[in-house]
């Protein structure tokens, strides 16, 4: 009788047991499809903005980490448009990009000049109808002591990385503030943030790029345009053989060359671009390539003055500072780029990967025809085959 009476109440619970196991099944489902939810949400946060079909124009575009932002934006699906001064230069970039199934149309601008800055935005948007993302990436470097520096290195400094921001700058936000949308990205330097020795010149420009561009993103941010700040630390991009050299030219490029190779003191390239696109596509106001850049740009927050006692110390170890006879000192002015500063050290193992970086990164127009580091592209930018 009481096996009869438990079978019964068992028999009566049965529909509780199944609405509990369909409710279970619901919230697990439930569950699952929150998780999705939040993964999708969190893939759109870490991947930004969709550059599929976006115009980017970028300046300086046609070498170096200019050249390695063009195929990341590219393999993105971005259409590109490409500044630089030399025709030769810019018709190698666009071959290549071309040949990996790229929309790439090249522009020939020198930045510094306000009146080509501006016929090259509205060549542009005639074409496209529309910038959506500028990169402001044009930049040239003087390295020696102050003494070999004179007032035309720092004109040019200024008018190549920072009237070379404003004026593309100044020409593109219109156009950005008409549509309520687009992103900004200046490429400064922790030059920009920690005046190193023997860059004085470059110092300056880029100090004056990081405090227009952060000026910017406060101004425009309520617009829908979006600025960000890109200080690069040390970078493979064999940027450095096409550096301009003062004073003791093959001194300056043995110490320059060495810290702008080495592995682990200087970020790959390419994992550069892919960082910057990244920051781009997320709107981020501010990006520090680099754990050295960072650690230097938090001391000099917390210690500026100890930074600038610390970096004088460093400056006595730097190539000495050029003989007084006036026939030394008009020599020493005399600027030779990296290529024409080769010696046995220079040329050895140890800058093995920054010369391959500017194969890689055509830093070596004179050279087309050779490798140039086609296999290490993404592989969406790889040359298909014929």
């Known amino acids: ?8 109440k068992a028999r009566k619970l049965r529909p509780l047991r199944t609405l509990a196991i369909i409710g279970a099944g619901g919230m697990a489902l439930a569950g699952v499809g929150a998780s999705v939810t939040a993964y ?10 969709d550059m599929h079909g976006k115009v980017v124009l970028i300046t300086g575009g046609s070498r170096g980490l200019g050249l390695a932002m063009a195929q990341e934006f590219a393999a993105a699906g971005a259409r590109i448009v490409l500044c630089a001064r030399d025709q030769r230069e810019l018709d190698w970039a666009r071959e290549e990009l071309s ?16 009146d080509e800055v501006a ?26 002591p102050l003494q070999t520096q004179t007032s035309t290195d720092f004109q040019e400094a200024m008018d190549v990385m920072f009237r070379g921001t404003v004026y593309p700058t100044l020409a593109v936000l219109p156009h950005m503030l008409q549509r309520r949308s687009g992103r900004i990205a200046n490429i400064t330097s922790i ?39 890109v200080v690069p630390g040390l970078m493979r991009t064999g940027s450095f053989v096409n550096a301009y050299f003062k004073g003791d030219n093959e001194a300056e490029y043995k110490w320059f060359s060495l810290s702008s190779a080495m592995p682990g003191l200087a970020m ?7 960082a910057v696109v990244r920051a781009i596509r997320q709107g981020r106001s501010e990006i520090v390539l680099t754990p050295q850049a960072k650690l230097l740009a938090m001391f000099h927050g917390l210690f500026p003055g100890v930074t600038a006692d610390i970096l004088g110390v460093v400056n006595r170890v730097l190539p000495d500072d050029v003989a007084q006879p006036s026939s030394a000192v008009r020599e020493a ?5 990296g290529k024409e500063s080769e010696s046995a050290l220079t040329l050895s193992p140890l800058t093995r990967f920054g010369r391959e970086a500017a194969k890689e990164f055509h830093q070596y127009p ?17 040359p298909k085959p014929a």
């Open 1 to 8: 009788m009481g096996v009869m009476r438990v079978l019964w």
């Open 40 to 49: 999708a949400l969190w893939r759109r946060l870490t991947r930004g903005e």
């Open 99 to 114: 040949r990996a199934g790229a929309d790439v149309s090249p522009i020939l601008c020198d930045v510094s000049n306000q």
């Open 119 to 144: 016929r090259m935005v509205n060549s542009t948007v005639e074409i496209f109808g529309r910038i959506d993302v500028l990169v402001n990436n044009a930049g040239v470097i003087t390295v020696g």
């Open 191 to 229: 030059g920009g943030k920690v005046a190193v020795p023997h860059l004085l010149p470059y110092d300056c420009a880029k100090f004056a790029a990081v405090g227009f561009s952060e000026g910017l993103h406060a101004e425009v941010a309520r617009y829908g345009v979006k600025v960000t700040t």
């Open 268 to 274: 790959s390239g390419r994992r550069a671009a892919r």
């Open 333 to 337: 002015r005399e600027r030779r780029t």
């Open 366 to 382: 004179e050279r087309r025809g050779e490798s140039d580091g086609e296999a290490e592209l993404p592989v969406e930018l790889r």
